[in-house]
């Protein structure tokens, strides 16, 4: 059981580039998050799901996008890197109820300069 | 507008020593309060949770005291060990909620 998979590990991308972060996870949760997390700093909602179909914006969803086409992927776009987007992203998954945790990743540290 | 407050940023406790830390919310509709444990290069996983009509809630070295009236929650780590120093961070989350309001975390270091 793989639990939430978050690829890449690590990126460097220049000003101006795009890139999709990938998360996956198989434990078929309906709810999933997108979160950045900057140094020394506390999490940060960019955007969540919870389920197919049905996305929305957290607290700092201003350059990003997501979709949700599977219960298992959430992808999340960035669509014209900024050096402010440099953080590392985290996903995480979970099931149904609001007292179940959340599954996170490992995180994507993303570097644009 | 962050809608739990955590205290310390930052904490130095000695092996064995007690590790404490302190969360304030706002919001009377939250009513569940998990913390999360984060290792360098790892993402969060929980540790421990309450619901507000318990006072205090205690799994192994680690106890949550909850107080209702104050609007405040705290962490206790008993015993506090070198494999303890992590980032902490508390949350929140209201009733049929989708999403947790997290607080700023807390890097605790635990000296041999």
């Known amino acids: 059981n793989a639990g939430v998979t978050q690829t890449p590990k690590f990126r460097i991308l220049k000003i101006g580039q795009s890139m999709t972060l990938q998360c996956t996870q198989d434990m078929n949760h309906n709810y999933m998050y997108w979160y950045r997390q900057d140094p020394g700093m506390g999490l940060k909602l960019i955007y969540y799901?919870?389920?197919?179909?049905?996305?929305d914006k957290g607290e700092v969803p201003n350059g990003y996008n997501v979709s949700r086409s599977t219960t298992e992927d959430f992808p999340l776009r960035l669509e014209l890197a900024a050096p402010s987007q440099t953080s590392v992203y985290f996903c995480a998954s979970r099931t149904g109820g609001h007292q179940q945790p959340q599954h996170f990743g490992d995180g994507t540290r993303l570097s644009i300069l | 507008q962050q809608q739990v407050k955590q205290s310390p940023q930052s904490l130095i406790v000695q092996k064995g020593g007690i590790s404490i830390i302190n969360c304030a919310y706002e919001n009377t509709a939250f009513d569940y309060f998990p913390w999360y444990q984060q290792f360098p290069g790892k993402g969060p996983a929980l540790l421990i949770a309450?619901?507000?009509?318990?006072s205090e809630k205690k799994e192994g070295r680690f106890t949550i005291s909850f107080n209702k009236s104050a609007k405040q929650f705290s962490l206790h780590i008993m015993d506090s060990q070198p494999g303890d120093s992590a980032t902490y961070f508390c949350?929140?989350?209201?009733?049929?909620?989708?999403?947790?309001?997290f607080g700023g975390g807390t890097r605790v270091l635990v000296k041999p």
């Open positions: 949350a929140a989350i209201k009733a049929a909620g989708n999403k947790l309001t």
């Open positions: 309450i619901r507000p009509d318990v």
């Open positions: 799901s919870v389920g197919a179909g049905i996305t």
